[in-house]
Structures are given as C-alpha cells and as structure tokens.
C-alpha cells in the first residue's frame, strides 16, 4: 500500500493556470492517498487570481507562487515522494531536465537524495499538437492518458519515434463524478426551470464574428423558449486568464448583442459542477465540460454551426451522437450519446470510472518502492542535445535553464522572499504583460490583417 513507503506521503503539484491546478490536485488526490498536498503556481500569464482558486475548490496545505528555477531549489532542498506536472509542455519539459539536473549534481557531491517520482499528463481533450506536446512531456515517470483511445495515441506516437512509451497509463479526467441526471425538473426542486447551458471557452471560437454568433443564437434560443432559463458559464472575468488565452470576452460582446440579451438569459461563473446540478441541456463548441456533462447522463450538444474543423476542437467528438446545430435544438432536438464512444473515452457512468485510477495507482506505487530502494531510473526525456539541438535550448531558455538543465546565471533565487520594491515591479511588470497579450497584440494582429 502507498501508504507504507511514508504516512502519510508528500505530493507537490506544481501548475500554470487554474485549470491545471484543478487537474493536478485531483490527479494527486485519485492516485496517491492518504498524502499531504503542497501546491506551486508557476509564475506568468495565467497565474490564477484568488478568485479563480477560489472557484476551483481544490485545497493544499499550502499555496505559492515560484519561477521554474526557483520549483526546482525547493525540490532540491526538500523533495516530496511524488511531483505532479500540471503545465504546458515546454515547462513540463524544462521542469524534467531541471529535475535530472539536481539528481546529476547530487551523484556528484555524493548526497544520498531519493528521486521523486513524476507524473504528468493533459488537464482535458487532446485535439491538437499530439506529437509536440507529448515529446515534450517524455521523460516523466507517469504520463496520464484520459482514456482508452488516448492511451494508445500515446503509445503510438512514443513508439513511432523510437522512445520509451512504459510512462503511458490509462486513467481518466479526474474531475468527473456529481449527481446522475435524472430528468427534466428534476434536480430537487419541484418548480426550477428547464435549464440550457452553454459552456463558454476562452480560445475557442477565435474571432468576434463567431463569438457573436454564438451569443445570438444563445438569445433566439432564449427568446424562443421562454419558459426556459438560458445560462452562459463563463471560465473567467475581464483581465482575468484560464489555460487558454480570451482575447474577445463574451462579457464584452454580449453588451453588442442586438436588443440585449432576454431576461431568462443570463452569465453565469462558478463550479462547474455545481452548474451542472441545475443543467437539462449542455451546449459547448468543444469544452471538456461535455465529458462532465456526459459522464452524468446529461443531454449534451456539441455545435457543428461553426464547422466540425481541427481548429476548434469539435471534431474529437465525431462518433458521439452529439453533434448537433442550433437549429436542431432550436426544433427540440436532444442528442443520444454512442455508449461505445463513451467507453472509448472513459466517461461511461456505469462504475467503471471508480476503477478508472487502479492502473495508476498500482504503477505509482510500483515506483515508489523503487524510490525507496534507490532503483529508480534517471529522468531521460526523449528531447536531449543529441536528438534535438536546434530546438530543446530554446524551451529550456524559456524558463532560464541552460542546454544542461542548470539554472541560468541571472536566474531568480528563492532564497529569499522578494522585497517591497521587487513586488511592486514583479506585480508591475506582470500586469504590463498581461495587457499586452489580451489587448495590445489582437489589435496588431487584427491591424496586419487589414
């Protein structure tokens, strides 16, 4: 049992936006129990506001901020028994190389340091950039795969070019669960409303046209169905960043939306499971909040009024049963979910998910015994000097970490908590970026479209 290595064991999850830290905390909590949470926020873009934690609801026993460098002179001085890499891939990749670094320089000074094992994987669908984004998370001990399908996608792309695939193991979506959907009117109060959500995403479509459209079918909807409560679940508030960037905020286009919205709809924020204890019809372009609508047997739409096209992600869901158009929910069309395509992605509410994390589990505690036993193997990630030179020093770089993995001379050093003046610049300077990505670059993107 995990237990008997440490009770209880220590778990770091480090991540880079609210989103990821959601998935890393109840990664953690699903694989290794009985564990102590120690939570790290990456520092850039879409470091999550309180707010945003807030919203998550997922609790450490403690919170903070750090550089990559300065993750890595924590796991240095103290490493937890398991890391859990809830980021985007380059730092994933930057983190394991630093990670080999510190266990290379403690072989070195002859310290009797056990290696921690590291687990890392994808906080949702995969629908873009498979090739890049898992080699640039090979390396770790365990790279989670959402479901049956993604696990042999993984194989096939590590095996495809000669890397180890060992790491590939079959979970699912950690966030899945909630209340069965038990019909319309029918979520414990007697006179509560039909209820129409549509799951909003922060990237997903990218121009304003698309997004209008989308917020004006919402109101014909509305207008259509008065009797029906309309809602638009919202990830984030102006200023505010998810995993993804939002150039074109709905809170800012739905003011635009000719003769307003109607009273039955409205934006909503909030747990999206808590959304969903009140939902009769989910409505999303591509959000990973239909698998969690699916996974409680809610009626579930995936919008094909924009095309069924890679660049919005909707084609994942082709095989489903639940691509649908406005207009055919408009009409009163429900889709009926292909249970085989469910099992395929492992959000069939048939018990199947409790066991959902017995592979994870058994591996992670596999290498923990490892661990104990100073046989766990070095962190070798497939990107190195010798199979991608012209292309690994630029992600480490990224997160001041040489070609060796060494911190960068110049690095930030946690050493010491930043004084006053160092705050006000950091908070400064963060904010300057922030605005710049959300503000000043659509304008000179839309500019050179002209």
Same mark, same amino acid.
């Given at each position: 049992? %995990?237990?008997?290595?440490?009770?209880?064991?220590?778990?770091? !999850?480090?991540?880079? =936006?609210?989103?990821?830290?959601?998935?890393?905390?109840?990664?953690?909590?699903?694989? $290794?129990?009985?564990?102590?949470?120690?939570?790290?926020?990456?520092?850039?873009?879409?470091?999550?506001?309180?707010?945003?934690?807030?919203?998550?609801?997922?609790?450490?026993?403690?919170?903070?901020?750090?550089?990559?460098?300065?993750?890595?002179?924590?796991?240095?001085?103290?490493?937890?028994?398991?890391? !859990?890499?809830?980021?985007?891939?380059?730092?994933? %990749?930057?983190?394991?190389?630093?990670?080999?670094? $510190?266990? %290379?320089? &403690?072989?070195?000074?002859?310290? @009797?340091?056990?290696?921690?094992?590291?687990?890392?994987?994808?906080?949702?669908?995969?629908?873009?950039?498979?090739?890049?984004?898992?080699?640039?998370? /090979?390396?770790?001990?365990?790279?989670?795969?959402? =479901?049956?399908?993604?696990?042999?996608?993984?194989?096939?792309?590590?095996?495809?070019?000669?890397?180890?695939? =060992?790491?590939?193991?079959?979970?699912?979506?950690?966030?899945?669960?909630?209340?069965?959907? *038990?019909?319309?009117?029918?979520?414990? #109060?007697?006179?509560?409303?039909?209820?129409?959500?549509?799951? &909003?995403?922060?990237?997903?479509?990218?121009?304003?046209?698309?997004?209008?459209?989308? +917020?004006?079918?919402?109101?014909?909807? &509305?207008? +259509? #169905?008065?009797? *029906?409560?309309?809602?638009?679940?919202?990830?984030?508030?102006p200023g505010e /960043?998810?995993?993804?960037?939002?150039?074109?905020?709905?809170?800012?286009? &739905?003011?635009?939306?000719?003769?307003?919205?109607?009273?039955?709809?409205?934006?909503?924020?909030?747990?999206?499971?808590?959304?969903?204890?009140?939902?009769?019809?989910?409505?999303?372009?591509?959000?990973?909040?239909?698998?969690?609508?699916?996974? *409680?047997?809610?009626?579930?739409?995936?919008?094909?009024?924009?095309?069924?096209?890679e660049a919005l992600?909707?084609?994942?869901?082709?095989?489903?049963?639940?691509?649908?158009?406005?207009? %055919?929910?408009?009409?009163?069309?429900?889709?009926?979910?292909?249970?085989?395509?469910?099992?395929?992605?492992?959000?069939?509410?048939?018990g199947a998910y409790?066991?959902?994390?017995?592979?994870?589990?058994?591996?992670?505690?596999?290498?923990? @015994?490892?661990?104990?036993?100073?046989?766990?193997?070095?962190?070798?990630?497939?990107?190195?000097?010798?199979?991608?030179?012209?292309?690994?020093?630029?992600?480490?770089?990224?997160? /001041?970490?040489?070609?060796?993995?060494?911190?960068?001379?110049?690095?930030? =050093?946690?050493?010491?908590?930043?004084?006053?003046?160092?705050?006000?610049? *950091?908070?400064?300077?963060?904010?300057?970026?922030? #605005?710049? $990505?959300?503000?000043?670059?659509?304008?000179?993107?839309?500019?050179?479209?002209?």
């Open positions: 049992m %995990q237990g008997s290595h440490r009770n209880p064991l220590r778990v770091a !999850v480090l991540a880079d =936006s609210d989103t990821r830290w959601k998935w890393g905390a109840l990664t953690a909590n699903r694989i $290794v129990s009985d564990s102590r949470l120690t939570g790290f926020l990456l520092r850039g873009r879409a470091t999550p506001t309180p707010r945003q934690l807030e919203e998550v609801g997922v609790r450490a026993e403690s919170l903070r901020e750090v550089t990559a460098v300065e993750f890595l002179r924590e796991m240095e001085r103290d490493a937890p028994d398991v890391i !859990v890499l809830a980021l985007v891939g380059g730092a994933v %990749q930057a983190v394991l190389h630093g990670l080999a670094r $510190v266990a %290379q320089d &403690a072989l070195l000074t002859g310290a @009797t340091r056990k290696r921690p094992v590291v687990v890392t994987g994808y906080v949702g669908v995969v629908y873009e950039k498979l090739a890049d984004g898992l080699l640039l998370r /090979h390396g770790a001990d365990v790279v989670l795969a959402n =479901s049956r399908q993604d696990a042999e996608r993984f194989r096939a792309v590590y095996e495809g070019v000669g890397a180890d695939a =060992s790491a590939v193991t079959e979970a699912a979506l950690p966030f899945l669960g909630g209340d069965p959907y *038990r019909g319309p009117g029918k979520h414990g #109060h007697e006179d509560a409303p039909y209820t129409v959500v549509f799951a &909003a995403q922060p990237s997903v479509p990218e121009t304003a046209a698309h997004r209008t459209y989308l +917020l004006r079918r919402l109101a014909e909807h &509305a207008r +259509l #169905h008065p009797d *029906r409560d309309v809602l638009l679940k919202l990830r984030s508030k /960043h998810t995993t993804h960037i939002e150039e074109l905020p709905y809170q800012k286009l &739905a003011q635009r939306v000719e003769g307003g919205l109607p009273a039955n709809c409205r934006l909503v924020y909030g747990h999206m499971g808590e959304v969903l204890d009140r939902t009769d019809l989910l409505v999303t372009v591509s959000s990973t909040a239909a698998l969690e609508s699916l996974h *409680r047997r809610i009626p579930t739409a995936v919008l094909t009024d924009l095309g069924v096209r992600g909707n084609h994942h869901f082709t095989g489903s049963g639940c691509l649908a158009s406005w207009d %055919q929910l408009d009409a009163g069309h429900l889709p009926e979910p292909d249970e085989r395509w469910l099992a395929r992605q492992g959000v069939a509410a048939d409790e066991k959902a994390f017995d592979a994870a589990r058994e591996r992670v505690d596999a290498l923990l @015994t490892d661990a104990a036993a100073g046989a766990l193997a070095p962190v070798e990630p497939y990107y190195s000097l010798t199979t991608a030179r012209g292309y690994l020093p630029g992600i480490l770089a990224r997160h /001041h970490l040489g070609p060796d993995g060494a911190p960068l001379p110049g690095a930030p =050093s946690a050493d010491k908590d930043p004084g006053p003046v160092r705050q006000i610049v *950091r908070r400064a300077a963060r904010g300057a970026y922030r #605005h710049g $990505v959300q503000r000043v670059a659509p304008v000179i993107r839309r500019m050179g479209e002209l």
